[in-house]
């Protein structure tokens, strides 16, 4: 890529786990097979370890307070819950989950753990969590691992025409860190109820709520439709965010939730971390009849820890030497949650006063890349800038405003240091925000000021890059 930055990576299908994915910048995959996916080495992968090398133990998890399954969203209602109150060490409740068992190369991504249903790989701790747990024996990093892969028994969860449905977990991904977990690879995602009754995959539909590889701290979302290879959605790749910031997602609790929206046209998905939208489908970038057939139906969930396969080598490879036994995924609850036809998503409170209105930057990295797509409220387009400080972003707001949030939705190169800062006239600015410490992702940041013009001014990027948002969100009044 001539910017550098992380490229959408592809996915495949992770019922039979053709997950293959390609590298940031750094690395690349020779080859990828969809059929049992094929991976040549990557440079910059991890080298094959020593037969004698020995894989040494995850820290111990910490005993964490279990949250309550929370109420409906405004006009929603709960279709179905589970917050894992089981005594410690027994299984899941199989009237409500089913185990999928079995070697990872039965599920086509070159996964090198079998799935078990051992509550030393599937277990619930009796403080109100689903542990998922990847073990290692022997001395080979690359076997000998064990690990858990559940799903609903039901696969009635979906949205009727004209209604909203959200699937919502709490989850801590495994805590480890890309020294000592490369080839983790946790995932809560959904598939069509269509492929229990015979449709193909990838026609029948896959939601990727959350995944994550090599312990990055990250999180992908992705879609999955259309034919395979190649099709409307770019199969094994998928429509997906990329690889987006999960700052903590390691060492605490977030949110992953997806909801799909079928009371707007053009009908969308909507991918939200820690209740913040990050990334958005709409049914409009596929033909209709594709769209139909993999999202307008139920679906079912599904946990799984996996261990290797396509995707964390094409992000550097593992397991390897350093990698550790007993890295966890835990989860707090699960909700489904569904709101009827006829019934809207109201907008934040205040309205977000910047989408669609004209904005400007000090530059761009390319005509691919305006600052218009910063605010116009689709998370599939951004702004990047030049490769230098400092640079800007700023939206006119038609009239002045009392400004008392602003929303920030960073690409993988985002601003260490920066401001907000608004004007009356675009000149003279006032700085209602500043730090030093920017931490990417997805920022809420709550100000207090007013004015016509407000701007994104950065002052030291965090990557070699330049800056780059999803999205610029004002709230006010």
């Not at 001539?2 to 690349?28: N, V």
């Not at 009754?197 to 992908?220: A, K, M, Q």
């Not at 800007?392 to 002045?400: C, Y």
Request: aromatic share 10%.
């Amino acid at each position: 890529m001539s910017s550098g930055h992380a490229p959408t990576p592809p996915t495949g299908h992770r019922r039979l786990r053709t997950k293959a994915r390609l590298s940031l910048a750094a690395f690349t995959v020779g080859a990828l097979s969809l059929a049992g996916l094929a991976v040549t080495a990557a440079p910059g992968g991890a080298a094959t370890p020593a037969a004698s090398a020995a894989v040494a133990k995850a820290p111990a998890a910490k005993a964490l307070a279990p949250a309550a399954v929370p109420a409906p969203p405004s006009g929603f209602t709960t279709t179905w819950s589970d917050d894992f109150t089981g005594a410690a060490n027994t299984g899941v409740n199989t009237g409500d989950w089913k185990y999928d068992t079995g070697p990872g190369s039965s599920f086509g991504t070159g996964e090198i753990e079998t799935m078990t249903n051992s509550t030393s790989n599937v277990y619930q701790d009796g403080n109100g969590h689903l542990v998922l747990k990847a073990l290692h024996s022997g001395s080979d990093p690359r076997s000998g691992w064990t690990s858990g892969r559940i799903e609903t028994q039901a696969a009635t969860f979906g949205a009727p025409a004209g209604g909203v449905v959200m699937m919502q977990s709490s989850i801590q991904q495994p805590n480890l860190t890309t020294a000592n977990g490369a080839g983790y690879w946790p995932a809560f995602w959904m598939l069509g109820s269509t492929l229990r009754s015979g449709v193909g995959w990838p026609t029948s539909g896959e939601v990727d709520i959350l995944e994550d590889i090599n312990s990055r701290s990250s999180v992908f979302g992705t879609l999955h439709c259309g034919t395979s290879p190649g099709g409307p959605c770019n199969e094994s790749t998928g429509i997906g965010s990329g690889e987006r910031a999960c700052s903590g997602c390691q060492t605490g609790y977030h949110t992953y939730a997806v909801q799909i929206d079928r009371s707007v046209s053009p009908e969308q998905i909507r991918w939200y971390l820690d209740g913040n939208n990050y990334f958005t489908v709409n049914s409009t970038q596929v033909p209709a009849a594709t769209w139909a057939s993999a999202v307008d139906h139920p679906f079912f969930i599904i946990y799984d820890l996996a261990m290797g396969g396509g995707f964390p080598d094409a992000f550097g490879g593992g397991p390897n030497s350093a990698t550790v036994s007993g890295g966890q995924m835990n989860v707090d609850y699960v909700a489904v949650y569904n709101k009827g036809p006829g019934s809207t998503t109201p907008p934040p409170s205040g309205g977000n006063l910047s989408q669609g209105k004209p904005a400007t930057a000090s530059s761009t990295e390319n005509g691919s890349f305006p600052a218009a797509d910063a605010v116009d409220g689709n998370t599939g387009t951004r702004w990047s800038s030049a490769f230098s400080d400092p640079q800007w972003i700023q939206v006119d707001l038609g009239a002045s405003h009392t400004i008392s949030q602003v929303k920030l939705n960073w690409e993988a190169a985002y601003g260490k240091a920066f401001q907000i800062q608004t004007s009356a006239n675009g000149t003279s600015w006032t700085t209602v925000y500043s730090t030093t410490t920017g931490t990417g992702g997805n920022q809420t940041l709550n100000v207090s000021g007013t004015g016509r013009y407000v701007r994104v001014y950065g002052t030291q990027r965090a990557t070699a890059y330049g800056y780059s948002l999803y999205e610029f969100q004002v709230f006010g009044s």
